[in-house]
């Protein structure tokens, strides 16, 4: 069977909600803040989301391990047609499908947490405003000093769902999200940060948890992704009530004749 271009909204959300903390990102993507910017995939009941709201486009390949063989045949086919240049985020086991076509480099494993556990949030004291649009240029010289190369979409500033610490008229601390969908019940933090010069004080923790209390209001699934080698936030948001759900790994991808 042939993979197809699935345009129906309803379709995807049946399929991805089956898991919804693992397809979080993607579901969040049906919203139509990003739908404009994706393009999805489908064999049987298998999906691959290519979005293009980036450069370079992103491709979002996720299965539990009993489905990671179907997803496979869907990249086997769809690999020739994708861009010559592109980043993946890929369930493990799903690398050889595109290695034919690709130059695979790695960025490392990184872990997938949701939050399971939230009562932990009351042990410890929120802090933050809410930020929006006219907050971007502050937030902007805080990412280049604290967290340079970041990915950061302005537009979702417009979500109300960043969060950020002042001192001294100074934006310090920020938490944030990568998606923000009520209508399909999913949130994604990213984006979150800390002045070096004020690291180890808390503001970390108190920033998440202040954004985590406003999402419970929205979503039910509040997830994000970590690399596995950063123990200080691993430390940070197992405290918070995070627990590590799902493994992938993310990769630059480079045509072989590009």
């Not at 002042?166 to 990568?178: I, N, P, Q």
């Not at 699934?221 to 690399?227: A, C, I």
């Amino acid at each position: 069977m042939p993979v197809r271009a699935e345009h129906d909204r309803t379709v995807l959300a049946a399929l991805l909600g089956r898991d919804p903390v693992l397809h979080a990102y993607q579901l969040g993507d049906l919203d139509d803040f990003f739908w404009p910017y994706t393009s999805w995939f489908r064999l049987d009941e298998e999906v691959a989301l290519l979005y293009h709201g980036a450069d370079p486009p992103t491709l979002l390949a996720f299965a539990a391990p009993p489905r990671v063989e179907r997803l496979a045949a869907l990249l086997r086919q769809l690999a020739p047609v994708l861009p010559a240049r592109l980043w993946a985020h890929l369930s493990p086991g799903l690398e050889p499908a595109l290695a034919g076509v690709f130059r695979m480099d790695a960025a490392g494993p990184h872990h997938r947490m949701a939050l399971t556990d939230a009562a932990r949030l009351d042990t410890v004291a929120p802090a933050g405003s809410v930020l929006d649009a006219g907050d971007l240029p502050a937030l902007r010289r805080l990412y280049d000093v604290a967290y340079p190369g970041n990915w950061f979409d302005p537009r979702m500033l417009d979500t109300g769902q960043y969060v950020g610490v002042r001192d001294g008229g100074e934006l310090v601390a920020v938490a944030g999200v990568h998606v923000f969908s009520p209508a399909y019940r999913v949130a994604a933090l990213g984006n979150v940060t800390t002045h070096p010069r004020l690291r180890g004080q808390g503001l970390a923790g108190a920033v998440v948890a202040a954004l985590c209390r406003r999402l419970r209001e929205h979503v039910t699934h509040v997830t994000l992704n970590v690399k596995a080698d950063n123990a200080a936030a691993l430390r940070l948001y197992g405290r918070l009530g995070f627990t590590r759900v799902a493994d992938y790994g993310e990769y630059a991808l480079r045509a072989h004749d590009g």
